[in-house]
Nanobody, 121 residues
């Protein structure tokens, strides 16, 4: 089994920064991509940022220039550096990872449990 555990959420004032981590553990041969999503109360879950094992990234327009996603394949851990936070960034943040358990296997997507980020004005 593969588990993802997010950490680093919390309460921060507008303009502040947080760094989220997503640690993957279990039977992992490779992580092909990792993504961060968020869900605010009453809203649908939305993509925040995504990175492939080759380093390609994409970001939601609302976070471009403020958030940076990274992936440390050696540690099976991904990060989301969030700067210049705004109250509208308040949400539960989830990570997911496209994992291959063995060479030649199909990849499967796993999700973490989420971490709360609250930005006060």
């Amino acid at each position: 089994q593969v588990q993802l555990v997010e950490s680093g959420g919390g309460l921060v004032q507008a303009g502040g920064s947080l760094r989220l981590s997503c640690a993957a553990s279990g039977s992992i041969f490779s992580i092909n991509a990792m993504g961060w999503y968020r869900q605010a109360p009453g809203k649908q879950r939305e993509l925040v940022a995504r990175i492939t094992s080759g380093g390609s990234t994409n970001y939601a327009d609302s976070v471009k220039g403020r958030f940076t996603i990274s992936l440390d394949n050696g540690k099976n851990t991904g990060y989301l550096q969030m700067n210049s936070l705004k109250p509208e960034d308040t949400a539960v943040y989830y990570c997911n990872a496209d994992v291959r358990k063995n060479w030649g296997d199909n990849q499967y997507r796993y999700w973490g449990q989420g971490t709360q980020v609250t930005v006060s004005s």
